[in-house]
C-alpha cells in the first residue's frame, strides 16, 4: 500500500486532533458510511481534561460531489439562470420582480405566449422558454435528494459548474469543506475524502475509550442505545475504531480553515479620497487627481511634470 501524503497510522491507545475513527455520523449522509476526524485541543485530550470530545465528519468525495458539492453547483446555477430571465424580462421591457410574485410559467403565459407566432419576437420567445426550461428543471433536482441518477445527469449536463467546485475545493477555497487526499480506511484501502468543517459534533470521553479499544457492531447495537447517535454503522461497518491520523502541517491547515469560519470580522472599506488628500504634504496628490478619476498604480508615486 502506498503510503499517504497527508496520514500516519494512528497511534495505540491514542485519540487526540487529527485522530480519523470510522463510524462516524453526518446530518446529510444517512446512506452511506462516514468517518469523524477529531479537532479537540491536544492538550485538553493529552491531560484526559475533556468530558466530550468534538469531531466533524469525514466523508467520501464521490458522495460529497452529489451531495453538498451538487447543491453548491446547482445553487450557482440557479443564480445563472435567474440573471439570464432578469435580462429577458429586461429586454422586453418587464420588471424582473416578476419573478419574485409569479411562477415562470405565469410569467410566459401573460406575457410572452401571444407573441409567439410574431416574427419579430419568436426568437425571444424561444430564449425565455429555454431558460424558463433550464431553470424549472435545476430548481426541481435542487429541492430533490431521491434520484442519485437523476443528479448525477443533471451535473453531467452541467459539467462546467461542477469542475469548478471541485476546482475550489482542490486548491482549499471552498469555504466550509477541507480535501483530504489518499485517506487510508480500515479496508486497508485509501481515497479522497472531503472534511465537513461547518458540521460539529461530540461524543462522550467514555465511549471514546471504546472506540480507542475498538467498538463492535454486535456489542454497541445490543446496547440498544438510541441516544447516541455515533457510532453510526452503515452497510459492511462493523468496527468503531481510529483508522488515521491527519498529519502536520495539514492538520494545522484544517484547524486554520475551521477557525476562519467563526472569526471572519468585517470592517468598512478605507475611503480613497482621504487618503489621497493626506500626499497633498508632498505634492503627490495631484497624479492622484488626475482627470478626476482614481490614479493609475504608475501615477500615484509620480510628480505631475511642470507644463512648458
Known amino acids: ?3 499517504s501524503l497527508m496520514f500516519d497510522e494512528p497511534r495505540a491507545n491514542e485519540f487526540t486532533q487529527g485522530t480519523v475513527f470510522s463510524c462516524s455520523y453526518a ?5 452511506t458510511s462516514v468517518f469523524g476526524l477529531v479537532i479537540t485541543a491536544r492538550c485538553d485530550a493529552a491531560q484526559d481534561k475533556t468530558q466530550i470530545y468534538n ?3 469525514v466523508v467520501s468525495l464521490n458522495d ?4 453538498d458539492g451538487a447543491n453548491i453547483a446547482m445553487d450557482r446555477i440557479h443564480a445563472d439562470c435567474l440573471n439570464t430571465l432578469k435580462n429577458l424580462l429586461k429586454s422586453e421591457s418587464l420588471s424582473e420582480s416578476l419573478l419574485h410574485t409569479k411562477g415562470v410559467d405565469e410569467i410566459y403565459e401573460a406575457h410572452f405566449r401571444h407573441k409567439e407566432n410574431d416574427g419579430r419576437s419568436a426568437t425571444r420567445c424561444q430564449k425565455m422558454k429555454s431558460a424558463m426550461e433550464a431553470y424549472k428543471e435545476n430548481k426541481k433536482h435542487r429541492a430533490s435528494c431521491d434520484s442519485i441518477e437523476a443528479r448525477r445527469d443533471h451535473l453531467k449536463a452541467n459539467a462546467t459548474k461542477m469542475e469548478s ?5 482542490t486548491d482549499n477555497r471552498l469555504a466550509g469543506f477541507y480535501l ?3 485517506m487510508p480506511t480500515l479496508s486497508g484501502a485509501s481515497g479522497n475524502y472531503v472534511a465537513l468543517l461547518c458540521e460539529i459534533h461530540h461524543i462522550p470521553t467514555s465511549l471514546v475509550r471504546e472506540i480507542v479499544a475498538g467498538l463492535s457492531k454486535d456489542v454497541w447495537v445490543s446496547r440498544n442505545d438510541k441516544r447516541m447517535r455515533c457510532p453510526r454503522f452503515y452497510g459492511d461497518d462493523d468496527l468503531a475504531a481510529p483508522v488515521a491520523k491527519l498529519k502536520s502541517p495539514w ?10 469560519l467563526f472569526s471572519r470580522i468585517g470592517v468598512t472599506d478605507n475611503d480613497f479620497t482621504s487618503v489621497k488628500r493626506s500626499l497633498s504634504s508632498i505634492g503627490l496628490n ?3 487627481t488626475r482627470r478626476g478619476r482614481p490614479p493609475r498604480p504608475h501615477e500615484l508615486f509620480c510628480m505631475t511634470a511642470p507644463s512648458r
Open 64 to 67: 460529497w460531489v452529489l451531495a
Open 165 to 169: 467546485v471541485v476546482k475550489e475545493l
Open 1 to 3: 500500500m502506498t503510503k
Open 180 to 182: 483530504l487526499q489518499q
Open 55 to 57: 469531531y466533524i465528519p
Open 27 to 31: 446530518e446529510n449522509y444517512q446512506n
Open 251 to 260: 492538520i494545522e491547515h484544517l484547524m486554520q480553515q475551521f477557525s476562519m
Open 286 to 288: 495631484e497624479a492622484a
